[in-house]
């Protein structure tokens, strides 16, 4: 799939970050937009950006965490649109702190957005694009934290980690379809889920000095999520399979492979993975 002129592009967290860059990226070819965002306003806001690109846009508020919302949302889209040619399942939210600090309310809404926001928009797009029979692309966006432990994101890691295998099965299981799955993994990438990340068990003021740190940390990296957008793209064009984004994903992954013992003693000690 290397011309996406006229094709119908889901991203779902279009509103801001790596949704937003990968949305106006896709513009720029030309494709057709269908946004999703549980923020209309961020979502709007991207949706203006690319009709000042010359692209159609067309922006939903959603909760992909919500399976009726993402079932209404899916059945209403394909009536008025049509089946995307690429599902882009980008929507995630960070959280950061001890496992054992971790809240079962925690637990429920990330594993809600990261994972079965993920579930849902393969469950109810995939089948449409077997039906349809003329191939696709689902993307999902993963994280370079599925590739090892870390003792500072051990929840957010377990959510990544488990979209980085769904994505392998479905890739395997899609294949003979003429579909192509890509699982995303960046690394530290400069955008607004530093901010918003919620640490657990440290006090408001403490997580507030943490959330700051991380954010000067990311901005000195100032790695942009454009530079994600364009491996997507260049996922879709040769359908590639697992794709770390920024160097230190790609180091993290031949670390885990090379010599996972060392990867886990520094993890003990280090923010490996962060």
């Given at each position: 799939m290397n011309d996406f002129r006229g094709r119908l592009i889901l991203v779902t967290?279009?509103?801001?970050?790596?949704?937003?860059?990968?949305?106006?990226?896709?513009?720029?070819?030309?494709?057709?937009?269908?946004?999703?965002?549980?923020?209309?306003?961020?979502?709007?806001?991207?949706?203006?950006?690319?009709?000042?690109?010359?692209?159609?846009?067309?922006?939903?508020?959603?909760?992909?965490?919500?399976?009726?919302?993402?079932?209404?949302?899916?059945?209403?889209?394909?009536?008025?649109?049509?089946?995307?040619?690429?599902?882009?399942?980008?929507?995630?939210?960070?959280?950061?702190?001890?496992?054992?600090?971790?809240?079962?309310?925690?637990?429920?809404?990330?594993?809600?957005?990261?994972?079965?926001?993920?579930?849902?928009?393969?469950?109810?797009?995939?089948?449409?694009?077997?039906?349809?029979?003329?191939?696709?692309?689902?993307?999902?966006?993963?994280?370079?934290?599925?590739?090892?432990?870390?003792?500072?994101?051990?929840a957010y890691s377990t959510t990544k980690a488990a979209v980085l295998m769904l994505s392998e099965c479905l890739r395997i299981e899609l294949a003979d379809a003429g579909i192509g799955v890509s699982v995303i993994c960046p690394g530290i990438i400069n955008t607004d889920i530093v901010r918003s990340t919620r640490w657990v068990g440290v006090d408001d003021a403490e997580a507030q000095t943490r959330r700051e740190r991380a954010v000067r940390m990311y901005r000195r990296r100032n790695y942009g999520p454009e530079r994600v957008a364009e491996r997507i793209l260049s996922a879709v064009r040769r359908n590639r399979a697992v794709v770390p984004v920024a160097p230190e994903a790609h180091l993290l992954r031949l670390a885990v492979r090379a010599a996972p013992g060392t990867v886990r003693r520094l993890a003990r000690s280090t923010n490996l993975g962060s």
């Open positions: 967290g279009a509103g801001s970050g790596i949704g937003r860059a990968t949305a106006l990226r896709f513009a720029r070819e030309g494709a057709r937009l269908l946004l999703a965002d549980i923020d209309g306003s961020w979502c709007e806001q991207t949706a203006a950006l690319a009709a000042r690109m010359g692209a159609t846009a067309t922006a939903k508020v959603v909760d992909v965490s919500d399976a009726a919302a993402m079932e209404a949302f899916a059945a209403e889209s394909i009536a008025r649109l049509g089946v995307p040619d690429i599902v882009v399942n980008n929507a995630g939210i960070g959280m950061a702190g001890s496992l054992l600090d971790t809240t079962l309310a925690d637990w429920e809404r990330l594993i809600g957005v990261n994972l079965w926001g993920v579930i849902h928009g393969c469950r109810l797009f995939a089948p449409r694009l077997v039906e349809r029979g003329r191939g696709g692309h689902i993307v999902n966006v993963a994280s370079a934290a599925a590739f090892a432990p870390s003792r500072v994101l051990p």
